[in-house]
């Protein structure tokens, strides 16, 4: 299972970005999307999640500003971040937990940068 992140780049304070990830390989069904950041030097933190049956949470540093979603169809998983503050400057990673012939198993894409800076 391989996964591909984009859409990561420098915005200005109060812009908007969307990030998306595309998942591939021989997958019977993704259990959970989600996406985490890091900032150097700092633990790897959860953003946002979204379950097979559409049910989606929010870290409270991002609730009301950002939204997940995913397409079964296409195996991918995006996250939409409006009104970004400089605080959400990290590298941003999807993690999905999928059932393939070997069982159940989560995977990491490679990470993208966001930038939120004037």
């Known amino acids: 299972v391989q996964l591909q992140a984009s859409g990561g780049g420098l915005v200005q304070p109060g812009g908007s970005l969307r990030l998306s990830c595309a998942a591939s390989?021989?997958?019977?069904?993704?259990?959970?999307s989600g996406w985490f950041r890091q900032v150097p030097g700092k633990q790897r933190e959860w953003v946002a999640s979204i379950n097979s049956g559409g049910t989606t949470n929010y870290a409270e540093s991002v609730k009301g500003r950002s939204t997940i979603s995913r397409d079964n169809a296409k195996s991918t998983v995006d996250l939409q971040m409006n009104s970004l503050k400089s605080e959400d400057t990290a590298v941003y990673y999807c993690n999905v937990v999928v059932d393939t012939i070997r069982g159940r198993s989560a995977y990491w894409g490679q990470g993208t940068l966001v930038t939120v800076s004037q």
């Open positions: 390989g021989n997958i019977f069904r993704i259990v959970t």
